[in-house]
T-cell receptor, first 113, second 115 residues
Framework: DQQVKQNSPSLSVQEGRISILNCDYTNSMFDYFLWYKKYPAEGPTFLISISSIKDKNEDGRFTVFLNKSAKHLSLHIVPSQPGDSAVYFCAASSSSGTYKYIFGTGTRLKVLA | NAGVTQTPKFQVLKTGQSMTLQCAQDMNHNSMYWYRQDPGMGLRLIYYSASEGTTDKGEVPNGYNVSRLNKREFSLRLESAAPSQTSVYFC??????????????FGNGTRLTVT
């Protein structure tokens, strides 16, 4: 049972436009959500996170939105740059003490120059 | 600051052979994790260690064992490798501070092929 889902395997966006990556989760105990970026032959690197007490968190060009009632989060990248081309993973965890982070299957973003 | 270091970077095994993947972190983190990444499957948790001296199963633990050697090191062992264990393996760590959440920090991975 996939508790964290990224239903779009790939996304192409023109440079300068907005990229929107989506993630859905099923476990209502999840209360901390993260986005990671991964380049080929490297490990995932942390991008941005959000706690369930917030519905938005912004860091430069990156904004994460959380809709708890829909169990949905999204990552907005504005403006998109060619260097943003990578695989993006969302992840979720619960503060109820299990310390486990569950990841989605990833979305490959390609930003076209 | 090296962060999370994994060795080896690449490995080819024959079916039935054994090997240990090594992981060390120098960030004084409490928790350590092993994930595998497969096409279309994302990152799946194999085992984790919430703190020194403890280990727990993740989503896909079968065929693996782990050892939390000390606070810095967390190894993953394949006793009898199978082709289904061909994957990229990532080690990660994070600091636990009270009940606050914190992100995982990943190593650069070990690419394992079992023939």
């Amino acid at each position: 049972d996939q508790q964290v889902k990224q239903n779009s395997p790939s996304l192409s966006v023109q440079e300068g436009r907005i990229s929107i990556l989506n993630c859905d989760y099923t476990n209502s105990m999840f209360d901390y959500f993260l986005w990671y970026k991964k380049y080929p032959a490297e490990g995932p690197t942390f991008l941005i996170s959000i706690s369930s007490i917030k519905d938005k968190n912004e860091d430069g060009r990156f904004t994460v939105f959380l809709n708890k009632s829909a169990k949905h989060l999204s990552l907005h990248i504005v403006p998109s740059q060619p260097g943003d081309s990578a695989v993006y993973f969302c992840a979720a965890s619960s503060s109820s003490g299990t310390y486990k982070y569950i990841f989605g299957t990833g979305t490959r973003l390609k930003v076209l120059a | 600051n090296a962060g999370v270091t994994q060795t080896p970077k690449f490995q080819v095994l024959k079916t039935g052979q054994s090997m240990t993947l090594q992981c060390a972190q120098d960030m004084n983190h409490n928790s350590m994790y092993w994930y595998r990444q497969d096409p279309g499957m994302g990152l799946r948790l194999i085992y984790y260690s919430a703190s020194e001296g403890t280990t727990d199963k993740g989503e896909v633990p079968n065929g693996y064992n782990v050892s939390r050697l000390n606070k810095r090191e967390f190894s993953l062992r394949l006793e009898s490798a199978a082709p289904s264990q061909t994957s990229v393996y990532f080690c990660a760590s994070r600091k636990i501070q009270g009940v606050s959440n914190s992100p995982l920090h990943f190593g650069n991975g070990t690419r394992l092929t079992v023939t």
